[in-house]
């Protein structure tokens, strides 16, 4: 059972470009979750997904920012006109529908933001 | 100060020594987590403790909660230089959903060295 798979695992962008992390879940879970760590902070958290819905992005930027998590394939962070501000590592976990207390979490993909 | 606040900081003992570390938090909560990070790496489950626990244990690992208090206690004993790595603390909001949107503390770095 292969755990959370993130892609790309490092990506560099330069400013005003896009950048797109995929994440996909542990087999069996239908939740997902994004979160954020800036350099020496914990994580913090952005969106919350079931599959085709997005049930809480209160931690999401307003702009620039947008996620999916879609009926077939990866759940899908995408950033758009990167500013070297969004520089960070970004984490997904997903966890399974009777046990969200505890999630478990890909290996993250390092954003930089040239 | 923010929910989920570790300390100390940082942390340097000698193998075979006990580490503590301690969270405060802010909100009530369902349960409280620890995450182990690797520097460079994703976010590892080590344990979780519900509102209704007082003390849990899992190998060398354990974690007190103080609900009273808002604040939790890792205890790691007869460290291994293996056991290198920040440590978070994450708490689930008793307020909202119970979908585990997780808050994460600021972490501890705990350096074992051998």
């Known amino acids: 059972n292969a755990g959370v798979m993130q892609n790309p695992r490092h990506l560099v962008r330069r400013r005003g470009q896009e950048a797109r992390l995929r994440c996909s879940p542990m087999?069996?879970?239908?939740?997902v979750y994004w979160y954020r760590q800036l350099p020496e902070e914990g994580l913090k958290f952005m969106v919350y997904?079931?599959?085709?819905?997005?049930?809480?992005e209160s931690g999401m930027p307003k702009e620039r920012f947008s996620a999916e998590f879609p009926k077939e394939g990866p759940s899908i962070l995408r950033i758009q006109q990167v500013v070297r501000g969004d520089s960070a590592a970004y984490f997904c976990?997903?966890?399974?529908?009777?046990?969200?207390?505890?999630?478990?979490f890909g290996p993250g993909t390092r954003l930089t933001v040239l | 100060s923010q929910q989920g606040e570790e300390d100390p900081q940082a942390l340097s003992i000698q193998e075979g020594e006990n580490a503590t570390m301690n969270c405060s938090y802010k909100t009530s909560i369902n349960n409280l987590q620890w995450y182990r990070q690797n520097s460079g790496r994703g976010l590892v489950h080590l344990i979780l403790i519900r509102s209704n626990e007082r003390e849990k244990h899992s190998g060398r690992l354990r974690v007190t909660l103080d609900t009273s208090k808002k604040s939790s206690s890792l205890l790691i004993t007869a460290s291994r230089a293996a056991d290198t790595a920040s440590y978070f603390c994450a708490t689930d909001y008793a307020g909202g959903t119970s979908y585990g949107k997780l808050t994460f503390g600021q972490g501890t770095i705990l350096t074992v060295h051998p």
């Open positions: 997904l079931q599959k085709e819905n997005i049930i809480d």
């Open positions: 087999k069996g879970h239908s939740h």
């Open positions: 976990a997903s966890s399974p529908p009777s046990r969200t207390d505890t999630q478990y």
